[in-house]
C-alpha cells in the first residue's frame, strides 16, 4: 500500500447530477492519474496532475475535470454525469518517495453507476 | 501516438508450467515500462518496473524484460501455481508522462 486512498469506493447517482471523486495520498508524490477501466478498453487515462494547480487532459477527458490545490488531493469531478461515465475509476500515483523511479501505484477503485 | 498491445487477451496454462506474457508497444521513445497484476475486483499491484536503460528486472519467479528498439517485453512466470491466476497488465511511461496501457492478458491456471 503506498498511502493513496480513493473515495467513495461506491457511488450510484443519477443522470445529470454532479459527482466528485477523491484521491488522497500520503507520501508526497509529484504526479497523479485519474484512469477509467470499462470492459472492453481496459484503463484509459482521463486526467492526470504533475504538481499542485498543474494538470493535463488524457484519451477521454471529454466530461470530466480536475483539481488538485495541495499535494495530497487530486479530486476528479461529472459537471453532470451520463449513463456512459458508469465506470471503474483508479487513482494512480508516482514519483514520491516510495518505490523506485517512475514507479505507479495504484488505489483501490471507485465503483460509480449512473442511472 | 503510443499504444500499447498485449497478446493473447487470455491464457490458461496447467499448474507448474513456465510461461510468457507479451506486451508490444508502438513507440520505442520510452521512460520506463511497469507490469501489474490485478486481481477481480481489486485495483492494480506493481510487479516489476523496468527504466529504459534495463534488459531486465526480476522478482522472485518473474522476470520482465524489456527491448526498447523492438518494441516489446515479456513477463516470464516460472513455475506457475493457481494463486498466480489473476489479469496481468503492462504500461509504458512516455516522455510526456501520460502513461498507456494495454489491455491485459487473463490468466487462468489451472489445479
Known amino acids: 500500500d503506498a498511502g493513496i486512498t480513493q473515495s467513495p469506493r461506491h457511488k450510484v447517482t443519477e443522470t445529470g447530477t454532479p459527482v466528485t471523486l477523491r484521491c488522497h495520498q500520503t507520501?508526497?508524490?509529484?504526479?497523479m492519474y485519474w484512469y477509467r477501466q470499462d470492459p472492453g478498453h481496459g484503463l484509459r487515462l482521463i486526467h492526470y496532475?504533475?504538481?499542485?494547480?498543474?494538470?493535463d487532459k488524457g484519451e477521454v477527458s471529454d466530461g470530466y475535470s480536475v483539481s488538485r490545490s495541495k499535494t495530497e488531493d487530486f479530486l476528479l469531478t461529472l459537471e453532470s454525469a451520463t449513463s456512459s461515465q458508469t465506470s471503474v475509476y483508479f487513482c494512480?500515483?508516482?514519483?514520491?518517495?516510495?518505490?523506485?523511479?517512475?514507479?505507479?501505484?495504484f488505489g483501490e477503485g471507485s465503483r460509480l453507476t449512473v442511472l | 501516438k503510443q499504444e500499447v498491445t498485449q497478446i493473447p487477451a487470455a491464457l490458461s496454462v496447467p499448474e507448474g508450467e513456465n510461461l510468457v506474457l507479451n506486451c508490444s508497444f508502438t513507440d520505442s521513445a520510452i521512460y520506463n515500462l511497469q507490469w501489474f497484476r490485478q486481481d477481480p475486483g481489486k485495483g492494480l499491484t506493481s510487479l516489476l518496473l523496468i527504466q529504459s536503460s534495463q534488459r531486465e528486472q526480476t522478482s522472485g519467479r518473474l522476470n520482465a524484460s524489456l527491448d526498447k528498439s523492438s518494441g516489446r517485453s515479456t513477463l516470464y512466470i516460472a513455475a506457475s501455481q493457481p494463486g498466480d491466476s489473476a489479469t496481468y497488465l503492462c504500461a509504458v511511461r512516455p516522455g510526456d508522462d501520460k502513461i498507456i496501457f494495454g489491455k491485459g492478458t487473463r490468466l487462468h491456471i489451472l489445479p
Open positions: 496532475s504533475y504538481g499542485v494547480k498543474d494538470t
Open positions: 494512480a500515483i508516482s514519483g514520491g518517495d516510495r518505490g523506485l523511479p517512475g514507479e505507479l501505484f
Open positions: 507520501e508526497n508524490h509529484r504526479y
